[in-house]
């Protein structure tokens, strides 16, 4: 299941930098790999909860069905994901991991222990990650078009009001790694102090983007590619908030590899069915090494998808994509909606493409997404009943 979760959801964090040319795939998988493994191990957190978001009424759950339906559920998860990766369709990796519960939830232990509300709001998360992620890039790239790209010296505006540009990057920076990140390491801290802290780290970012910006080497203009040197500085910020979703992705999304493992080892050395089960430094280590072999063995097949399909990608585009993915992350996260990375960032490219109109859309790859992102909970509910029986035929 980690190396599925490796190879369809790195895409998240690398796929923008990858399609607009500010990291090679090698470079993006090396990248990855460090953070996401660092934001698995040291952030992944120390108890998880056994049933992905609630899902199933843990006073109706026995043994037996979580011992056979957790196996079931990484079983299906893990396959829906892989044959998704096949194809290079960025699906939710932890609505397969719901749906994969659902079904087992509701044939082992009967409808009434599923909290079909809870399947109810991921539902309606199909539309609002993506339409919440597409309407900030769309306004945060025409913000970047206005105030630096169209403008007669784009190379002097950017070095003007590109230090402001750093600091909501570091702003949202710390928000995304304070709200998604840290709080498995006890670091809860309450919103004015998230924000008192991000803020002195904006300004950080401030003034290391004034920095940059009058040291970095843009090159020689090139004829016929006016927006050449400017695009090299939109690398640098690119690259930041990729390396942000990473570690916040690395340290939420392990969950739904070694949630399951948990519960089934919980069960195995008797400490019987809980909501939350702790996890071992080795759990977390098979998770993180997981994610990393998975990226890097077809972690390309998806980031070719999402950042070079959808809609031709700059740097200043990738950027203000994964800037409005990572914004939503965070404004997600507070508010309490449920929302998917996946979804979210997809929405986000689909929102710099909206920009420049609708024929700079691939809507045949759009099409085949969404049909993926509707299928997700259906197929993964229907093998994870497949792969309850079998388990249960196989140990009982």
């Known amino acids: 299941m980690a190396w599925a979760i490796g190879a369809?959801?790195?895409?998240?964090?690398?796929?923008?930098?990858?399609?607009?040319?500010?990291?090679t795939i090698r470079g993006a998988i090396i990248v990855a790999a460090v953070l996401e493994f660092g934001g698995a191990f040291l952030a992944g957190g120390?108890?998880?909860?056994?049933?992905?978001?609630?899902?199933?009424?843990?006073?109706?759950?026995?043994e037996e069905a979580i011992l056979y339906g957790m196996l079931a559920a990484l079983a299906s998860a893990a396959t829906l994901l892989l044959a998704a990766t096949r194809f290079g369709l960025p699906v939710s990796t932890t609505h397969s991991i719901v749906?994969?519960?659902?079904?087992?939830?509701?044939?082992?232990?009967?409808?009434?222990?599923?909290n079909w509300a809870k399947v109810g709001q991921i539902v309606l998360s199909w539309l609002t990650s993506p339409l919440l992620s597409g309407v900030l890039a769309f306004a945060i790239f025409n913000l970047t078009r206005r105030a630096v790209l169209d403008r007669p010296d784009p190379m002097t505006e950017v070095r003007r009001v590109g230090p402001f540009f750093f600091f909501?990057?570091?702003?949202?920076?710390?928000?995304?790694?304070?709200?998604?990140?840290?709080k498995n390491l006890k670091l809860d801290l309450d919103l004015?102090?998230?924000?008192?802290?991000?803020?002195?780290?904006?300004?950080?970012?401030?003034?290391?983007?004034?920095?940059?910006?009058?040291?970095?080497?843009?090159?020689?203009?090139?004829?016929?590619?006016?927006?050449?040197?400017?695009?090299?500085?939109?690398?640098?910020?690119?690259?930041?908030?990729?390396?942000?979703?990473a570690f916040a992705h690395g340290s939420n999304d392990v969950a739904n590899s070694i949630g399951p493992l948990a519960a089934v080892v919980s069960v195995v050395e008797g400490g019987g069915v809980a909501a939350k089960a702790p996890v071992e430094p080795w759990m977390l280590a098979v998770g993180g090494l997981g994610i990393v072999l998975g990226l890097g063995t077809w972690g390309y097949r998806v980031m070719e998808t999402v950042g070079k399909k959808i809609t031709e990608l700059t740097p200043s585009r990738g950027f203000s994509a994964e800037l409005a993915?990572?914004?939503?992350?965070?404004?997600?996260?507070?508010?309490?909606?449920?929302?998917?990375?996946?979804?979210?960032?997809?929405?986000?490219?689909?929102?710099?493409?909206?920009?420049?109109?609708?024929?700079?859309?691939?809507?045949?790859?759009?099409?085949?997404?969404?049909?993926?992102?509707?299928?997700?909970?259906p197929i993964a509910a229907a093998l994870a009943i497949f792969f309850f029986y079998f388990f249960k035929g196989l140990l009982s």
């Open 99 to 114: 749906g994969a519960i659902v079904g087992f939830g509701a044939i082992a232990i009967g409808p009434d222990a599923v």
């Open 192 to 245: 004015p102090e998230a924000l008192g802290g991000s803020v002195v780290l904006g300004l950080v970012g401030m003034a290391f983007g004034y920095f940059v910006l009058r040291r970095v080497d843009a090159g020689e203009e090139v004829e016929g590619n006016r927006f050449g040197q400017v695009e090299r500085v939109f690398v640098v910020l690119q690259i930041l908030t990729a390396c942000a979703v």
């Open 168 to 182: 909501y990057v570091f702003f949202i920076m710390g928000l995304v790694t304070l709200f998604k990140g840290l």
């Open 46 to 62: 120390h108890v998880t909860n056994t049933v992905r978001k609630g899902m199933l009424d843990m006073n109706l759950v026995t």
């Open 8 to 23: 369809n959801d790195v895409a998240n964090a690398m796929g923008t930098s990858v399609g607009s040319g500010a990291l």
């Open 325 to 377: 993915a990572a914004t939503t992350i965070v404004l997600a996260s507070r508010m309490g909606i449920p929302i998917s990375t996946t979804h979210t960032l997809v929405g986000a490219v689909l929102g710099v493409g909206m920009a420049r109109g609708i024929a700079a859309i691939d809507l045949r790859v759009v099409g085949s997404i969404v049909a993926s992102w509707v299928a997700t909970l």
